[in-house]
């Protein structure tokens, strides 16, 4: 069974010049940052990640970035006294590497309206569900539990309220009789590496057009 991406999807999309300049955001796997690093590369998307931050210094995300030649940070928040202050640390150097887009790919913290207010309509974030439903964690296992025939993946826009902000792309998987958490988390992953790129691309052209005209 086919899924279907639920986005504008022209190659006009895809073009900045110069390049977008993206901030990424994780604290596990990285899957999600490798693929927005490989549409960077395959020229598929215009733009360059300039800085890579996570929370947790032994993730798999920063593996990658080594692999990757990706600048990296960590910026443990057990080492900071309070959220803002961490948010503090990873907005400046966010704004030091001059990052336009942050993307949120796989950040397991709460963010706050210091940080959103600093990017606003800037920060993107994938979730592995049809938003409105089964926010917050384990969206997978919520996806089985309640029975439905179809989940997903969200690209979004973040604002203060956990995974509610805009939608920029969705994507339906059906689920099958013979499906667990792993073959939909499998086949979720799948779509999300496909939509993440098209909902940063959407994010940075009216980014460039409300400012650059
Ligand atoms: C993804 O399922 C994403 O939707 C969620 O966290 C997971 C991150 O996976 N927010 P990865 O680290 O990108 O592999």
């Not at 336009?100 to 959103?116: D, N, Q």
């Not at 989940?151 to 203060?160: I, Q, Y």
Request: hydrophobic share 40%; charged share 20%.
């Amino acid at each position: 069974m086919e899924s279907y991406i639920m986005a504008p999807h022209h190659e006009s999309l895809f073009k900045f010049s110069p390049k977008l300049r993206l901030g990424i955001l994780a604290s596990g796997v990285g899957s999600n940052f490798e693929a927005l690093v490989k549409a960077t590369r395959d020229s598929f998307l215009q733009a360059e990640i300039s800085l890579l931050i996570v929370n947790n210094p032994n993730c798999g995300a920063v593996n990658k970035a080594i692999s990757l030649g990706i600048p990296y940070q960590i910026i443990d928040h057990r080492s900071f006294p309070s959220r803002s202050e961490h948010e503090q640390q990873i907005i400046n150097a966010f704004q030091k590497s001059d990052v336009e887009i942050l993307v949120m790919a796989g950040w397991m913290r709460i963010v706050t309206s210091l940080l959103i207010k600093s990017y606003p309509d800037r920060i993107v974030n994938i979730h592995p569900s049809i938003l409105p439903s089964f926010r917050g964690t384990n969206a997978i296992k919520q996806a089985l539990k309640s029975g439905v025939k179809i989940t997903g993946c969200s690209v979004h826009l973040v604002n203060e309220e956990v995974d509610s902000g805009p939608i920029l792309v969705q994507v339906a998987v059906p689920i099958l009789k013979e499906d667990n958490q792993e073959s939909l988390s499998a086949k979720v992953r799948k779509q999300e590496h496909k939509s993440l790129p098209i909902g940063v691309a959407i994010a940075g052209k009216r980014w460039r057009e409300a400012n650059y005209g």
